[in-house]
């Protein structure tokens, strides 16, 4: 069965450090996201992306976040300089109608 | 925005039945859908709704009523590996990106 991939599993990064977390999309999906868990929290949206453009995006995603497709098959979150607050699961997600989530990305910032 | 409103927390015996509830409103109802998601991991698909009624999938089943803005999840024949967070989810007309938008979920345990 497809399935969306990311990595790293987990990532330990300094306070003001980037961090780009990793994303391959199920391949005939044409809509791919980044959702967002915090600890005994809920799943927030961040983006959507579709057509190689950004097509909607939260509050939460500033200009510290960026998005990219640099290829056929990944698709990137960049988190610039991080904040301890940024300490989260991140979770790729991609679509045709419903949506299905990768295995996630463990960030703390320390 | 939407309100996406959900129990906290339930607890049901292995083999029962159990019925979560989900209330939203939303300007655009596009679709609502329900995820499990277990501790430190994804969610992951149980169900979608767009029209009226009910739709089943072997021990779960969910229903919608658009009118009311409700939804339930009902698992049936509990198993301890039931055990999770049960997320409702709803897609408004105004997500041009097809998002969803989650509730806080329903921590529920099952008991022996």
């Known amino acids: 069965e497809p399935e969306v991939t990311q990595t790293p599993s987990h990532q330990v990064t300094q306070m003001g450090q980037e961090v780009i977390l990793r994303c391959v999309p199920i391949?005939?999906?044409?809509?791919f996201y980044w959702y967002r868990q915090i600890l005994g929290q809920k799943v927030e949206f961040l983006v959507s992306?579709?057509?190689?453009?950004?097509?909607?995006k939260s509050e939460i995603f500033d200009d510290q976040f960026s998005v990219e497709r640099p290829d056929g098959s990944n698709f990137t979150l960049k988190i610039r300089s991080t904040k301890l607050e940024d300490s989260a699961m991140y979770f790729c997600?991609?679509?045709?109608?419903?949506?299905?989530f990768g295995e996630g990305s463990w960030l703390t910032v320390v | 925005g939407q309100n996406i409103d959900q129990p906290t927390e339930m607890t049901a015996t292995e083999g029962a039945i159990v019925q979560i509830n989900c209330t939203y409103q939303t300007s655009g109802f596009n679709g609502l859908f329900w995820y499990q998601q277990h501790a430190g991991e994804a969610p992951t698909f149980l169900s979608y709704?767009?029209?009226?009624g009910l739709e089943e999938k072997g021990r779960f089943s969910s229903f919608l009523s658009r009118s009311k803005g409700y939804s339930y999840l009902l698992l049936k024949e509990l198993q301890m590996k039931d055990s999770a967070s049960y997320l409702c989810?709803?897609?408004?007309?105004?997500?041009?990106?097809?998002?969803?938008?989650f509730g806080k979920g329903t921590s529920l345990l099952v008991t022996p």
């Open positions: 391949s005939n999906h044409l809509y």
């Open positions: 992306f579709y057509n190689n453009e950004i097509s909607e």
């Open positions: 989810a709803v897609r408004d007309i105004s997500n041009s990106g097809y998002a969803l938008n």
């Open positions: 709704n767009v029209l009226d």
């Open positions: 997600a991609s679509s045709e109608n419903t949506i299905y």
